[in-house]
């Protein structure tokens, strides 16, 4: 999206890409093994926040009009669980 329904988004959308920017800089280094990684078993791993993650922004982006469906959005659907069976990696 470049040109934005409203001016009122002018400044949401430079900040979107810029939240796209370092999210994926911060996951650059991060390896398989540590993704699947759970503390204590307790705590959702890194693959599965980055899903959700991304699950909000397809939201976020459906707001700002964007049409894309993130296509892995059933595993995230209104905060289900992590299901480890479901790992697609």
């Not at 949401?12 to 911060?26: E, K, N, W, Y």
């Not at 599965?48 to 982006?61: E, I, K, S």
């Amino acid at each position: 999206m470049n040109k934005p329904k409203s001016q009122k988004l002018e400044i949401v959308i430079p900040a979107f890409r810029g939240h796209s920017q370092s999210f994926l800089m911060v996951l650059k280094d991060i390896s398989e093994e540590d993704a699947l990684k759970r503390i204590e078993g307790r705590t959702n791993h890194i693959i599965w926040m980055v899903g959700n993650f991304l699950d909000m922004r397809y939201a976020m982006g459906n707001v700002l009009g964007l049409t894309d469906v993130f296509p892995y959005k059933d595993f995230f659907f209104q905060g289900k669980a992590l299901d480890e069976s479901l790992i697609l990696i």
